[in-house]
Every structure is written in structure tokens, then in C-alpha cells.
């Protein structure tokens, strides 16, 4: 089975450009979650979907950024425009729902805005 | 404000040596304590979970301690291999029925030397 993957792994734009990461759960997966790891500290919750609807919005820093989940699939982060504070290693993770507590990650997008 | 606080920053271990890292959270509604292990270019995997039922729990040469009147837990590596070097995270979150977004501690960065 395959796991969780993003893309792309790595990107480096300007400040006010706009960037859109990709995350592919694993199959089956009810539950999405993006989070951020921002210079060294911790991985910081953005957002929860549930199939393609929205749970939980309650981590995303602004609203320069934008996530949607076609039909429940994949999902996408757009940034809009980038500063150089979104910087960071934007991870996704999947789970299948019901009782299952364990979430499951990607390898991760590191982001770069110069 | 950071509801995991995940001590030290970076840990070096002789080879064979134990390895401890240790957490501290806020919220007693918290239910679930996993610890993920995360080597350079990949994403955080679990390396092993505790519910607050329990206050050990052991697998292979990893065990988390548990105290739940403290409201700390901690990961011990028994036999420190330099295959262990890596970034270990604890994490907490609610029940799945609670849609359980997970609160990471801000990393520890194990070397285990030869």
C-alpha cells in the first residue's frame, strides 16, 4: 500500500509569489491534516479535512493560504502571496477515521520564499 | 502557547548508552501520546504510542514512561544504536471522536556515536 506523498519535495520561490503544494493520502483515508514545522520548532497543526469538507481551520496563520480536498482525494495548499514567514517544511498526514488515533505522514514540502 | 514542551533540544549518546526524552503537557483532556521518529529527508513515522490507561510501554528497546498526576511522559532508548540517530517528536491529542489533531513537542535531535 502505498503511504502518504507530497509534491513537490522542495520549492523555492520569491516573496509574492504564489506556490501549491500537493498531498495525496493514503487510499481510503477519510481524515487529512496539514501541518508546519517552521525553523526547528514544532510541528504546528494547520488544518483538518474530513472527506472534502473543512473540520478544523483553526491553525491556518492567515488568509493568504488555502486548502481545498477535491472530492475528497487529494488535497492542495495554496500560499498567496508568499512572505518570507512561510518558510518551513509543510507536512500532510492521513487517517483512516473511526477509533484509529495514528496519524500518518508524508515525507514533507520544504518551502523557501527569498 | 505551546501545549507539548519536548526537552533536550539535541541529545549525544555513546553507542550502547540510553537515551531519554522527555515531555510535558497542559491539557488533561489529552488521550492519546505517540512518539514519531523522523530521519533527514522523510517524514515522521511512529515509533510507539501510549494511552493515559497505562503507564509503561515497552517495545523492543523503546519505552515510554507515562505519569499522568505529572502530566509527563517520556521515551527511552535502551542500547542506543547510531541507526537511532534521528529527530524524535512527542505528540498529544484527543480522542479520534474528538478529531484528534495532534500537539508536537519542538523535536530532539539524537547522535549516537559509534
Known amino acids: 500500500e502505498a503511504g502518504v506523498t507530497q509534491f513537490p519535495s522542495h520549492s523555492v520561490i520569491e516573496k509574492g509569489q504564489t506556490v501549491t503544494l500537493r498531498c495525496d493520502p493514503i487510499s481510503g483515508h477519510d481524515n487529512l491534516y496539514w501541518y508546519r514545522r517552521v525553523m526547528g520548532k514544532e510541528i504546528k497543526f494547520l488544518l483538518h479535512f474530513v472527506k472534502e469538507s473543512k473540520q478544523d481551520e483553526s491553525g491556518m496563520p492567515n488568509n493568504r493560504f488555502l486548502a481545498e480536498r477535491t472530492g475528497g482525494t487529494y488535497s492542495t495548499l495554496k500560499v498567496q502571496p508568499a512572505e518570507l514567514e512561510d518558510s518551513g517544511v509543510y507536512f500532510c498526514?492521513?487517517?483512516?477515521?473511526?477509533?484509529?488515533?495514528?496519524?500518518?505522514f508524508g515525507p514533507g514540502t520544504r518551502l523557501t520564499v527569498t | 502557547q505551546q501545549q507539548v514542551k519536548q526537552s533536550p533540544q539535541s541529545l549525544i549518546v555513546q553507542k550502547g548508552g540510553i537515551s531519554i526524552i522527555n515531555c510535558a503537557y497542559e491539557n488533561t483532556a489529552f488521550d492519546y501520546f505517540p512518539w514519531y521518529q523522523q530521519f533527514p529527508g522523510k517524514g515522521p513515522a511512529l515509533l510507539i504510542a501510549i494511552r493515559p490507561d497505562v503507564s509503561e510501554k515497552k517495545e523492543g528497546r523503546f519505552t515510554i514512561s507515562f505519569n499522568k498526576s505529572a502530566k509527563q511522559f517520556s521515551l527511552h532508548i535502551m542500547d542506543s544504536q547510531p541507526g537511532d540517530s534521528a529527530t524524535y517528536f512527542c505528540?498529544?491529542?484527543?480522542?479520534?471522536?474528538?478529531?484528534?489533531?495532534?500537539?508536537f513537542g519542538s523535536g530532539t535531535k539524537l547522535n549516537v556515536k559509534p
Open positions: 498526514a492521513s487517517n483512516p477515521g473511526g477509533r484509529s488515533y495514528e496519524q500518518y
Open positions: 505528540a498529544a491529542s484527543k480522542a479520534p471522536d474528538n478529531f484528534n489533531k495532534f500537539y
